[in-house]
């Protein structure tokens, strides 16, 4: 991989690179058929990175690496990664990547220990893909906002792209978890998008000041329509910085995490504060 990189790169070819757990959907689609269009070489990596996981997810994580090829490939990928994990972690491996700041931001969600497994894999994924660009879902919005941030205080020379989030008819967001639904499930687990939009409405009407009220709302109208839906997690925070709102916070990230039938869904909503204020 970096010799091939390394010529591909001496020859003033861009590589765009979408990191991936594998399972390919039209979610990760989208991000492939993006960096085709902005580069003239796409790498896609499939690797699922034991640092993130809790040990039985990691087990029953799906793995399918054929099919993942044919799909990428189809979708215009030129490269598929496909590490081992002595590749990634030989023997006495043991770096961290911390960012204390953000870490702090997100301590409520207790999940530190997956960031930072996300955080180490994806800085060796750029050490050895050396990309131009490298794309990521801001269906994962907490992801994003670290990544963005590793990049700009390590002064990585790759432009970090985030792609909107791609959703089924339904409306539920793509997620390789929405196969282990059953139908009453997904039913149920549209409340989610239903309830991210009702806040997002309210803070377009009533401004940034209104944070407080729409998350609250947003949990009662979760409540009442889908009991089914138990929450884990919901916030309305500054998209960059993870911390609450302020002032001359540029864009909002509504955010929702909740289980169904004893699967986690993630989805949230973006809200553009500057254009709002522009407005009035
Ligand atoms: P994963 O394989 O789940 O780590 O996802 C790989 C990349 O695809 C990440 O950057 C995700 O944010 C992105 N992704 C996953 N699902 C979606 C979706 N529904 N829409 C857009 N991007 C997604």
Redesign the pocket.
């Known amino acids: 991989m970096l010799k091939t990189v390394s010529s591909l790169k001496h020859s003033g070819k861009s590589i765009g690179f979408?990191?991936?757990?594998?399972?390919?959907?039209?979610?990760?689609l989208?991000?492939i058929k993006k960096a085709k269009k902005e580069n003239d070489i796409v790498v896609v990596s499939v690797f699922v990175n034991r640092l993130q996981f809790r040990k039985m997810a990691f087990l029953n994580y799906p793995r399918n690496l054929k099919g993942d090829a044919a799909i990428a490939k189809k979708a215009g990928a030129d490269i598929l990664f496909a590490p081992s994990e002595k590749q990634i972690y030989p023997n006495g491996f043991s770096a961290q990547v911390v960012l204390p700041n953000l870490f702090k931001a997100l301590k409520s969600q207790k999940l530190s220990w997956h960031y930072k497994g996300v955080l180490i894999v994806v800085m060796k994924l750029f050490n050895i893909v050396n990309p131009t660009r490298a794309?990521?879902?801001?269906?994962?919005p907490h992801?994003?906002a670290l990544i963005k941030k590793m990049v700009d205080d390590f002064n990585m020379q790759v432009k970090i792209c985030g792609?909107?989030?791609?959703?089924g008819r339904d409306r539920l967001?793509?997620?390789?978890r929405n196969a282990l639904l059953s139908g009453q499930e997904k039913k149920a687990a549209k409340a989610i998008y239903r309830a991210l939009v009702f806040a997002k409405t309210e803070m377009k009407k009533n401004g940034a000041k209104s944070a407080t009220s729409a998350l609250a709302g947003m949990k009662k109208m979760l409540k009442k329509e889908a009991p089914a839906v138990q929450l884990d997690y919901a916030e309305i925070a500054d998209a960059k910085t993870l911390e609450p709102l302020w002032g001359k916070s540029k864009e909002a990230l509504v955010f929702v995490a909740a289980f169904v039938g004893g699967k986690r869904l993630t989805d949230n909503i973006r809200l553009n504060l500057r254009q709002r204020r522009k407005q009035h």
């Open positions: 979408v990191p991936t757990l594998g399972a390919l959907h039209d979610g990760h989208s991000l794309y990521f879902g801001l269906k994962d992801q994003f792609c909107p989030t791609v959703r967001a793509l997620s390789s």
